[in-house]
C-alpha cells in the first residue's frame, strides 16, 4: 500500500477573503470556516483566532492538535469513520500543511476538562520556555473555539469539538490540493507475503502502538479507529500508513499525545526511514489498555502472539497511552514479548518527582526503556500579552495571562508518549 | 502501602485489586483480583443478580484468603 504526503510549507496565516494559499502564506476566510462548523446543532458559537510562533500569546484548554491533510486522490475521504465515510486510509495522495496546525479549545465547564489540574487545562505558549520544549508554539496554529449549544450533553459537546477540529484541518488543507507540493514523502510497504525481500538479514522489528486506555468511561460516538470508540478492542494489526492517514484520532482523555503526533509519528517515521538499511518494519500492531486482570493477560498475549508468530519480529518497540494503569498493560505485553524471544523496548515518559523511574517495571523483561522526559519538571513561564481560550483566574490568585508555574504534564506537547519532543530523563 | 502498614501493625490484610501486578510488586501479602479498575468489587453491566454473586464470591474470597496461613505472597485467583 502506497501513501505519498504532498506537504507545502507554510510560513504565515491570516484571515482573507477567500481561502487559499498564496506564496506559503495561508489565508482563512473566517466566515466560510465558522458557518462550516456551525452545521453541527451541537455547537452555538464557534471562535477562530491565530497564533503565531514568537507571539506573546497562551492558548488555554488546548484538548487536541490536528495537523491539517486533505485527501488528493485516495480511496477514502478524509478522517474515514469520523467526518468521512467509512473507507481505506493509507492510500493515493495526501495534500499537508506543514507549519501549521488546528488547535483545539475546549470550553467545557472546568471541572469537566479531561485530565486537567486546574481550569487552564493544557496550555501552549507561544513563546517563552513553554514554546521552546513543545513543537506546538513552532507553529502556525489556527485555534477553533467551539461552544456547546444549550442542552447539549458533556459527552456530546466532546465529539462535536473534535470533529469540528477535524473537520477545519481537512477545509484548511483543501486550498493546497492543487498546488505543487514543496516537498513529496512516500510511504509504502508491501504486505507480511513479500516484506522481507531482500532484507532476510536484516532484524525484523515490529511497533505495537497503545491507542486508548479504556479505564475512562466512554464517549458514546468518540471517534478513535475509523470512526469507532474501541472499548473491547483486541490487538490487531493495522497497515502504518493508515495511521498516518488519519484512520486514528487521539481519544478525548488521550494525554501525552495529540492526533499531530500521531499523523507525524515518529516512531514509524523512523522504522521507515531505516526499513531496508538496518531493519526491516514488518508491522504495526494496535492494542487498548484493559480494566480487568484476564483482559490485560489476554491482550499483552495476543499483541505478543502477533508479533512473533504472524510478523516474525525479532524486536519491538512499544508505546503507552494515558497514565497509569496502562503501565502495567505496557509492561505485560513487554514481558510476553521477552518471554518468546521477541526483545522489547519500551518509550515513555518520567512518571515521578522524586528522580526515580516510573511505576510498574518490575518485571524482568521490561529492561530496555527510553525516556521521553519526566512530566513533573516545573517550568516557570512569563505573563503574556495575549491569551486565546476561557479567561479564568486560579484559586492561587494567578490569572491565565499571568505568571504561572507548569509542568509539563500540563503544557500540550511536554508530556510526549510517543517520542516526537526533544526532551528525555537522563539519569547521572 | 496502606496494606503493608496493617499488616505491620499485626493485621492480616486481605487486598482486593485489579491491579494485582501492582499490588504485588508493592508487597501485599494476600491478594485477590478485582472486577475492573473502576469497580474492585462488583460490575453494573451484569443482571442484578448475577452481580449480586460475583460481589459475594469476590468478597469471600478475600475473607477465605484471611484465614489462610501463607508464608509468601499469594494471588487468589478467581475460578467463577
Do not use: W
Amino acid at each position: 500500500m502506497g501513501l505519498e504526503l504532498n506537504v507545502i510549507n507554510i510560513n504565515d496565516v491570516q484571515f482573507g477573503e477567500l481561502t487559499e494559499i498564496k506564496e506559503s502564506a495561508l489565508y482563512i476566510n473566517r466566515s466560510e470556516l465558522r458557518d462550516l462548523l456551525l452545521e453541527d446543532e451541537r455547537l452555538n458559537k464557534v471562535e477562530i483566532e491565530i497564533a503565531h510562533p514568537g507571539e506573546s500569546c497562551r492558548i488555554l484548554q488546548v484538548a487536541d492538535v490536528v495537523e491539517p491533510r486533505a485527501k488528493i486522490e485516495g480511496p477514502c475521504e478524509d478522517f474515514p469513520g469520523a467526518i468521512g465515510k467509512i473507507g481505506r486510509a493509507g492510500e493515493g495522495k495526501t495534500c499537508v500543511l506543514r507549519g501549521t496546525a488546528v488547535v483545539l479549545n475546549d470550553q467545557s465547564e472546568a471541572h469537566d476538562l479531561s485530565q486537567a489540574e486546574d481550569a487552564l487545562g493544557f496550555i501552549i505558549d507561544m513563546s517563552g520556555p513553554a514554546a521552546d520544549i513543545h513543537l506546538y508554539g513552532k507553529l502556525h496554529n489556527i485555534v477553533v473555539l467551539p461552544y456547546p449549544a444549550e442542552g447539549v450533553s458533556r459527552d456530546g459537546y466532546r465529539v462535536a469539538m473534535k470533529l469540528a477540529s477535524l473537520k477545519t484541518a481537512k477545509y484548511l488543507a483543501l486550498a493546497g490540493n492543487e498546488l505543487k507540493p514543496d516537498d513529496i514523502e512516500i510511504y509504502e510497504t508491501p504486505p507480511l507475503t513479500e516484506i522481507t525481500k531482500g532484507m532476510e538479514d536484516l532484524p525484523k522489528v515490529a511497533y505495537i502502538f497503545m491507542v486508548h486506555c479504556t479505564s475512562y468511561p466512554a464517549i458514546p460516538g468518540e471517534p478513535v479507529l475509523y470512526g469507532d470508540n474501541i472499548r473491547l478492542f483486541s490487538p490487531t494489526i493495522i497497515h502504518p500508513n493508515e495511521i498516518f492517514d488519519g484512520a486514528i484520532v487521539n481519544p478525548y482523555d488521550g494525554i501525552g499525545t495529540e492526533t499531530y503526533v500521531i499523523q507525524n509519528h515518529p516512531v514509524i517515521k523512523e522504522l521507515y526511514r531505516r526499513h531496508g538499511k538496518d531493519l526491516c518494519f514488518v508491522g504495526v500492531i494496535l492494542t487498548v489498555s484493559r480494566i480487568t486482570e484476564p483482559e490485560r493477560e489476554r491482550s499483552a498475549m495476543m499483541a505478543a502472539n502477533m508479533a512473533k508468530f504472524v510478523l516474525g519480529a525479532d524486536g519491538v518497540i512499544l508505546t503507552k497511552a494515558s497514565s497509569g494503569a496502562p503501565d502495567v498493560d505496557l509492561a505485560q505485553t513487554a514481558q510476553r514479548c521477552e518471554d518468546l524471544g521477541v526483545k522489547p523496548v519500551l518509550i515513555i515518559f518520567d512518571r515521578s518527582n522524586r528522580g526515580e523511574v516510573g511505576e510498574v517495571f518490575n518485571l524482568p523483561g521490561a529492561r530496555a526503556i527510553v525516556s521521553t522526559a519526566n512530566q513533573y519538571e516545573t517550568l516557570h513561564l512569563p505573563a503574556v500579552k495575549r491569551t486565546i481560550g476561557k479567561r479564568v483566574t486560579l484559586p492561587s490568585g494567578r490569572t491565565c495571562g499571568g505568571e504561572l508555574d507548569k509542568v509539563f504534564r500540563f503544557i500540550r506537547g511536554g508530556l510526549d508518549q510517543e517520542g516526537i519532543t526533544n526532551i528525555a530523563s537522563v539519569r547521572y | 502501602m496502606i496494606t503493608k502498614e496493617l499488616e505491620r501493625s499485626g493485621l492480616p490484610t486481605a487486598q482486593i485489586s485489579t491491579m494485582t501486578p501492582i499490588a504485588l510488586m508493592v508487597g501485599a501479602n494476600r491478594v485477590i483480583p478485582g472486577a475492573g479498575i473502576l469497580h474492585p468489587v462488583g460490575n453494573a453491566d451484569l443482571d442484578p443478580s448475577e452481580e449480586k454473586r460475583l460481589r459475594r464470591v469476590i468478597v469471600q474470597r478475600a475473607l477465605e484468603a484471611l484465614k489462610k496461613g501463607i508464608q509468601e505472597q499469594e494471588l487468589f485467583q478467581r475460578s467463577a
